[in-house]
């Protein structure tokens, strides 16, 4: 298949996938369990808001951003040290504190894991999805990638037993040296990463459930067959220039396949409020987990 047709065909994808996400979708915000998925109607969970649904099924929420603080509900992100020599094998190791000011043991499995730990640099580069070991006392640790000086910002997602919604807690870790700030591309609608090409179609809108989808394929042709990883087809971070609020979004429909052997996926995402936001796409292939990298404006934003 030649370039012109392949593009055409992940177009059509798309298209198919973006209605099927449209009309099913689901958004969550921390990651959802099987015992509370009401819990995660919106990336910041239940505030007590009402949601307005519109002609084309979306809704509009007045959403309160997560992951801007170190502490919610009682709860305290405490990383054992705030500033770590640049290196690629960094080792962090952190606690959550309970209301009670005592290390928390007990956790809720969220899609296979129960902690996931997002790290990336301020200006948003540098972005790591990870999975940390909690010893018995309750100190999590994670061997990360701080090869490059500046400000780096974890940001916790998990659920507390018994606690519903989940958290996300945020800090922030000083690497020293020179910083030399990388530049957040440009919105557009095609990138790569290894040996895949990757397109998303969608927009993104304060307050408003959108539906996003993306197609996968080999750069050089063939068949493409994603794998599941964490539970879900896919994985949707999305983190917002400046002050990184976050949401996560599973893949909310089945892998669609696309003609070029293609795979096409659709995913619901709220965005906060206006601003720049960048979304990291996670996928498994082959037992290799990979991350494709988009830039998207929510409404109302200044580029």
């Not at 801007?68 to 290196?87: E, I, N, Q």
């Not at 960094?90 to 005592?102: E, H, K, N, S, Y």
Request: hydrophobic share 40%; proline share 8%; glycine share 12%.
């Amino acid at each position: 298949m030649n370039t012109a047709t392949r593009v055409g065909a992940f177009g059509a994808g798309l298209a198919i996938v973006f209605a099927a996400a449209l009309g099913t979708g689901r958004l969550v915000g921390p990651f959802d369990t099987a015992t509370a998925p009401a819990a995660h109607a919106d990336m910041a969970g239940d505030h007590g808001t009402d949601d307005h649904g519109s002609e084309h099924g979306s809704s509009t929420t007045a959403v309160t951003p997560v992951g801007l603080s170190a502490t919610d509900r009682g709860y305290r992100l405490v990383p054992d040290a705030t500033t770590v020599a640049p290196t690629t094998n960094a080792r962090v190791t952190f606690r959550i504190l309970g209301p009670d000011g005592q290390p928390v043991t007990h956790f809720t499995t969220a899609h296979e894991k129960q902690l996931h730990l997002i790290v990336v640099r301020r200006d948003l580069s540098g972005f790591q999805h990870v999975h940390p070991t909690m010893a018995a006392d309750g100190t999590w640790s994670v061997t990360v990638d701080l090869s490059r000086p500046g400000q780096w910002r974890l940001l916790a997602d998990f659920d507390p037993a018994g606690v519903t919604p989940g958290l996300v807690l945020g800090t922030d870790l000083a690497v020293p040296g020179r910083y030399a700030p990388v530049a957040l591309p440009e919105p557009a609608p095609t990138t790569s990463v290894g040996d895949f090409t990757l397109r998303t179609v969608g927009n993104l809108s304060p307050g408003r459930s959108q539906p996003v989808a993306f197609t996968i394929a080999r750069t050089a042709g063939g068949t493409l067959a994603l794998e599941p990883y964490l539970g879900a087809c896919g994985h949707l971070v999305v983190l917002r220039e400046g002050d990184l609020a976050y949401a996560h979004a599973h893949a909310s429909t089945d892998p669609t396949p696309v003609a070029g052997g293609a795979a096409a996926l659709g995913f619901q995402v709220e965005a906060p409020g206006p601003g720049r936001y960048r979304m990291f796409l996670d996928f498994k292939v082959a037992g290799a987990v990979h991350t494709a990298a988009f830039t998207l404006d929510a409404a109302g934003a200044t580029p």
